[in-house]
């Protein structure tokens, strides 16, 4: 549940895209924030379920592979990979300038300088990642936990203050304040990227204890505890604000909103949550990254050497250095080139057609691998068919609107990237006698049988389907 929610980043999100979610819909923010939530929870059912069938650090990787087609699930988590390793560079100069912006404003304007201490912020979250699951993990504990403390003891604190710009209306939930379709996908297109980051708990089933059942669970619930989070922020903000100065003032109005709640010292305690927000959020998002990687190593579908795991700390550590690698150079090159960010931001908005890809995918997957079951109960069709295929539609819905609203350089990252990975694809399917081209289909019996024997001690591991590192954990 922890990394679910650390994975969103709830108070990165609500720095970098609520500002632009009110501008887009205004009163009606918190209603988007809800109505998105619901086909995404469907996704969530879709993730749960199928981790269920198929432990796999490469999630929808895999199970897109063994319910529709091999190919479809190489560029679910060709999606994955790039997705997040462009998120990883992107977000690391924006993690710089929120740590900079704690001492001194003008010090976070400077980009080379903002690089550099986000550079050496992502090198240590690295370094803990490959230094071992259960480290890592205490650490997200306490970011998350900090986080959450603040943003909802703020935001409960705006509701309960007597002198407020607006007063708060049950309309706000509703659909009376959507100015139009225009306004209503300007909102869907916002809630699609404040959503991302919880399916990491997926892409760490395979080293977590009962994770077959928990990972599933856990992307579940720390779903629903972001999504409620964000909207007793955004009515917070209605309340106190109005959603004229939370457009106004952009990434500024959390401080102001902290400040509103809990003078003199709520404005800093905020400012204090963004960067613990993208610090978690970099080191899960580099987790989701290398799992990935590791996943498709061990299948050879990439090159091999990706799919070694350290003999001490049992992480993928040859991926998380690739990655890591990746990032500094791609970021030192911008840095020496072209301080300014404008690139770094189109690679934000460009990743959210990836991210749909896969959610969609997955949305599909988990209905045709349970379909033999679906009209045993009233529960198996709503919940492993129409609410992920509601998930699966909104994700496409999402894809093709952003098709007509990125810019040009946007959709180059974004469709490149994707379209990128047809050549590894290519020169993987020709090697020929790969497990990964000949997947056994997923059963829904699989599931029950898993859930059996998943309190049982670990068996001894040993060569399965081509590949060599059997289960990655560190227990």
Not at 352 to 362: E, K, M, N, V
């Amino acid at each position: 549940m922890v990394t679910a929610v650390a994975g969103c980043g709830p108070a990165y999100t609500v720095v970098a895209l609520i500002p632009a979610l009110v501008a887009a819909v205004g009163l009606a923010a918190p209603a988007a924030l809800l109505y998105g939530a619901v086909p995404m929870v469907g996704i969530a059912l879709a993730f749960r379920h199928l981790g269920r069938l198929d432990v796999n650090s490469g999630a929808t990787y895999s199970w897109v592979a063994r319910t529709l087609h091999p190919a479809l699930g190489f560029l679910c988590g060709w999606a994955v990979v790039v997705a997040t390793t462009l998120f990883v560079i992107a977000s690391t100069t924006p993690t710089g300038m929120a740590t900079l912006a704690l001492l001194d404003q003008d010090l976070a304007e400077n980009h080379v300088l903002a690089t550099t201490v986000g550079l050496g912020l992502f090198l240590l979250v690295a370094a803990l990642a490959a230094s071992g699951t259960r480290i890592a993990a205490g650490a997200r504990v306490v970011a998350v936990s900090l986080q959450l403390a603040l943003l909802l003891a703020v935001a409960v604190l705006a509701l309960t203050r007597s002198t407020h710009a607006a007063d708060f209306s049950f309309s706000w939930l509703g659909f009376g304040h959507f100015d139009g379709t225009g306004a209503f996908t300007a909102a869907a297109l916002i809630v699609g990227s404040l959503y991302w980051g919880w399916d990491v708990t997926a892409n760490l089933s395979e080293e977590t204890r009962g994770g077959r059942g928990g990972s599933g669970l856990g992307g579940l619930i720390g779903l629903l505890v972001v999504a409620a989070t964000l909207i007793t922020l955004t009515v917070s903000a209605n309340v106190l604000l109005g959603p004229d100065a939370v457009t106004s003032t952009d990434g500024a109005f959390l401080f102001q909103l902290g400040e509103a709640a809990w003078p003199g010292a709520g404005g800093t305690l905020l400012a204090l949550a963004v960067p613990l927000s993208m610090v978690a959020v970099l080191e899960t998002t580099l987790l989701q990254a290398t799992r990935t990687l590791f996943a498709m190593g061990r299948d050879r579908t990439l090159p091999s050497f990706l799919g070694r795991v350290h003999p001490l700390r049992k992480t993928p550590a040859t991926a998380t250095l690739c990655v890591a690698a990746l990032a500094v150079t791609t970021l030192t090159a911008i840095m020496l080139t072209d301080p300014g960010v404008g690139i770094l931001e189109d690679a934000l908005m460009g990743i959210g057609l990836l991210i749909a890809f896969y959610y969609a995918l997955a949305g599909i997957a988990v209905t045709v691998a349970f379909r033999s079951v679906l009209r045993a109960s009233l529960g198996n069709l709503i919940l492993l068919g129409l609410w992920p295929l509601l998930g699966a539609a909104f994700n496409i819905w999402v894809f093709a609107a952003s098709l007509r609203t990125l810019t040009g350089a946007q959709l180059t990252i974004g469709l490149g990237a994707l379209a990128v990975g047809l050549l590894p694809l290519g020169i993987a399917s020709v090697q020929g006698g790969r497990s990964y081209f000949r997947p056994r289909p997923l059963k829904p019996k699989e599931a029950a049988d898993g859930e059996a024997y998943a309190g049982d001690a670990l068996p001894a591991v040993g060569p399965a389907d081509s590949r060599r590192d059997g289960l990655l954990s560190d227990f």
